[in-house]
Each structure stands twice: as structure tokens, then as C-alpha cells.
């Protein structure tokens, strides 16, 4: 028994077109694309969605989540953020290390597939941690078993940091899989915050946390990471950039040397710390307006190559305190979709680059297998989104966990109306469809 799905009249925007067609559904993959209003799939279909009105993309693949699961549940969980995760049009989740236990050995990354397997909605991979103990280990790993490497060239949540020059050179040596890496220098953040507490005291205001972790920390990071790709020949893919210095060490469309933007540093300044605190503290900081444009530029001028969140919820009592001791991070998977098409609005990107940055390119990075573009025989992961729906951003439509989010009474023009994960409805009209239906792990071909 097949199901066959008929999404027609919607604005497809697939591989750099845009076209009113339909796209057909079998069971848990595409079937057909089909250009035109009045196209008809070859074999009938059991269910017919007009989707008149809409766009039609591939579904999200957000590279860069922190579930927090196993050990950190008290802030996240699978259940609850991929739950957020289909009500944004996200599909596929790549999972950072940095649970408790860390993600530093297969053994680990096999317990959280268990955990993802029992609870998420939405499909999902995992990063392993490097770390000084398994930096000689990497080459072993399977590459299929991965989306890649994660590794913390600078303090942040957890303790997953590695400095010592001989294993962060390993490491690059070692890995067969692309390398993710959380660039800020450490002694450049302490000597800062040591300067800023004889001035300003023991827990000095959010405002100085971009102060505190400089343009300095990050441009001295993310050139030594680029200096070890270069000199080891390791595929690198730097995470959250934030400055416009770092930007000048990209060139476009690099296939070795990759770098991400994360929604927190395109959508807000350091003018926002006033109005939401430490909401929106998180590393690396958000920093200047001057860079924010510099970032939406590197979106279109190839040096940027995907947009993921950097997901990553604390309880709102985790969040008190200022630039020392609140938590860093903030959730936002639930929200990146429409975030980015207000951007689209906004003139910032057309919709066919972010469907490129957000569903095309994260595939590519990670070599996901069948997953990130509207083509027949990939896996059904769609999204429908409707524009001119504006609604507002309030506490009973937060499914994260810790039920807070820092764009709170923000109005959004585009609307997520329908997720399909494999094929499943999961997400349509405002509401989870079904408790039952879980995700997959995602599988590779690096
Ligand atoms: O702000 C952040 N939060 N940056 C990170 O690197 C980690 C993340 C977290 O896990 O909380
Ligand atoms: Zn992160």
C-alpha cells in the first residue's frame, strides 16, 4: 500500500529556481517535481493539498543544535525541541557534543541516537567532541556514522575545550570528516574579563560581554584554525561567525575552508542587550552593527555557506546575572525559518539563496545522504510556508522547553503551515500532529 501525497499550486523554490508546480509524494519519498499549475502526478493520488498561495521548500537542516540530551533535561530534551524544530519547518538536526556525558567516544554518540531514536520528531545526526584523549583516535572513525567533528578551540558550556597546540594539530591531521570548530581565544577572554571586572565588578553588565569576548579572541582563534587547515589539508567548517575581520580570511564558494552564520549575530546587535539582557547573551558575542551587515552581506557573497541556530536553551534562571555568570546561549530553532524569510522581505537574500543556505548546503557540508533538496527518490522532508500570515511570537507558542525566546512579541509576516518528515505530516495548522511519530538518524556518504 502506498500513500501518495499531491502538494500543487505552490511556489516551489528548489536549486536556485523558483516555479509554480506540485511536488508528489510516495510513502516516505519525492516522487515527482512538476512544474506548472495544472500538472498531474503520473499515478493518482490518495490525498490532494492545495497549497495555493504558499512556498513549498526542502525541510531545514539545521546544523548546529544543542538538544541538550542526555544530562542537561532540566533545559532541553529531544521530545521538546524537536517538537520546536517541525513547528519551524526544520526537518534535520545536527546535535553538538557537549551533553553530559560529552559526545567524545562512538559509545556515547550510540547512547544519544538511542535517546533521539525513542523521542524526536524530526530527523538527526551527531557531532563527536575532539578531545585531547581521542584527538589520535580520529582517522579510525567511521565516516558514515557522523556529520563531522566538533571541536572547541575556546571556552564555552561544558568542558569540551582543547588548547595545547600538538593536540589541536592532531586533530587536524587525524580527522577524515569536516571540522567544525567554536573559534574564540581563551587568554584573550580572560585577560578581558579580568580588566573588566577591576572596573566594572565581580559580574559586570551584559552589555561588556562583547567586550569581554572580543573581535580580538575571535579573529586570533579563527586564524589559527584556518592556519591548521591549510597546513594539515583538513576540511573546516568555522561555526558562528561574528565579526567582519574574520569574514576577510574567507574566500567565497571555498570548498576546504567553510564558514556558518547562526540567527542570533544576523538578527541582533550589541544596541540589543538594553532591551533583552542576557536573553541574548551567547558565544561568540553578539558584536557590532557593523558587523551584523557585514555578516548578511557574506550571505549572498558565498563566504558564508549555510545559516544554522546555534540552538542552545538554558532555563530563565540559568539566564540571571550578567556578563560573567549568566549562561550563554539562547534557543531559536523554531523561529530560524521565518527569521531568515523576513530577511528575504528585507532585501538581504533572495529565497532561493536561503533555501541554499539553510536545506542545500548544510546536505553538501555533511554529504547527508537523500535529505536537502526537492528531487525525486530523496526523502519527503518539506516544508509549506505561507507569507502575508503575520502572527506574534507569545509564550503558549514556545515549544522549547524552557519556554522562552528572545524574539518574545516579535510579529512574523511568513508563517510554517505544513512540516513533512519522511513523508509524515507532522507539523500542520499550529499543531504537533502526533505524539508516535519519530525522526530517523540520518545516514552519509563522506
Ligand atoms: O552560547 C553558546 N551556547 N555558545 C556555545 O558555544 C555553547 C552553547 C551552549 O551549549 O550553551
Ligand atoms: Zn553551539
Request: negative net charge.
Amino acid at each position: 500500500m502506498h500513500n501518495r501525497i499531491h502538494i500543487k499550486n505552490a511556489t516551489i523554490v528548489n536549486e536556485g529556481r523558483r516555479f509554480v508546480g506540485s511536488v508528489v509524494l510516495d510513502d516516505d519519498r519525492i516522487e515527482e517535481v512538476l512544474e506548472g499549475r495544472d500538472a498531474l502526478p503520473t499515478l493518482p493520488a490518495d490525498e490532494v493539498i492545495d497549497a495555493e498561495g504558499c512556498f513549498v521548500l526542502p525541510g531545514v537542516i539545521d546544523d548546529h543544535v544543542h538538544f541538550r540530551d542526555p544530562g542537561l533535561t532540566q533545559k532541553a530534551d529531544f521530545d521538546s525541541e524537536s517538537r520546536a524544530a517541525a513547528a519551524g519547518g526544520v526537518t534535520t538536526v545536527l546535535d553538538m557534543p557537549n551533553t553530559l556525558p560529552p559526545a567524545v567516544t562512538l559509545e556515547r554518540i550510540e547512547e544519544k541516537r538511542a535517546i533521539a531514536a525513542q523521542r524526536c520528531h524530526v530527523n538527526y545526526g551527531f557531532f563527536l567532541g575532539a578531545s585531547k584523549e581521542n584527538a589520535a583516535t580520529l582517522s579510525k572513525i567511521n565516516p558514515r556514522i557522523v556529520a563531522g567533528i566538533k571541536l572547541y578551540m575556546g571556552s564555552s558550556t561544558g568542558s569540551l575545550q582543547v588548547e595545547e597546540d600538538d593536540a589541536l594539530l592532531t586533530i587536524f591531521e587525524q580527522s577524515r570528516l569536516p571540522i567544525m570548530v567554536h573559534c574564540e581565544d581563551t587568554p584573550t577572554i580572560m585577560a578581558n574579563l579580568r580588566a573588566c571586572k577591576a572596573q566594572h565588578g565581580d559580574d559586570p553588565d551584559v552589555c561588556f560581554h562583547p567586550i569581554i569576548r572580543s573581535e580580538e579572541a575571535c579573529y586570533k582563534s579563527t586564524s589559527q584554525a584556518i592556519r591548521l587547515a591549510k597546513r594539515t589539508g583538513a576540511r573546516l567548517h568555522v561555526a558562528h561567525l561574528t565579526t567582519a575581520r574574520e569574514l576577510e580570511l574567507f574566500e567565497p564558494n571555498d570548498g576546504q575552508i567553510t564558514a556558518e552564520a547562526c540567527l542570533p549575530h544576523l538578527v541582533f546587535t550589541d544596541a540589543d542587550y538594553k532591551r533583552l539582557g542576557t536573553r541574548i547573551k551567547c558565544n561568540p558575542a553578539i558584536k557590532t552593527e557593523a558587523d551584523r551587515a557585514a555578516l548578511r552581506a557574506a550571505l549572498t557573497d558565498g563566504r558564508i555557506c549555510c545559516v544554522g541556530t546555534d540552538h542552545a536553551p538554558h532555563t530563565i534562571t540559568d539566564k540571571m546575572g550578567g556578563a560573567a555568570k549568566a549562561a550563554s546561549g539562547m534557543p531559536f530553532v523554531q523561529f530560524s525559518l521565518v527569521a531568515m524569510l523576513e530577511l528575504v522581505d528585507e532585501g538581504v537574500l533572495t529565497i532561493e539563496r536561503l533555501v541554499e543556505l539553510m536545506c542545500h548546503q548544510p546536505a553538501k557540508l555533511f554529504a547527508i545522504e537523500n535529505r536537502g533538496f526537492l528531487r525525486p527518490g530523496h526523502m519527503a522532508d518539506i516544508v509549506i510556508v505561507r507569507p502575508d500570515s503575520p502572527w506574534t511570537v507569545t509564550p503558549n507558542r514556545i515549544l522549547s522547553k524552557c519556554n522562552w525566546s528572545p524574539v518574545e512579541g516579535k510579529t512574523y509576516r511568513w508563517r510554517v503551515e505544513s512540516t513533512f518528515v519522511n513523508g509524515f505530516l507532522i507539523y500542520n495548522n499550529g499543531q504537533i500532529t502526533n505524539d508516535n511519530f519519530r525522526g530517523r538518524s540520518i545516514t552519509y556518504l563522506h
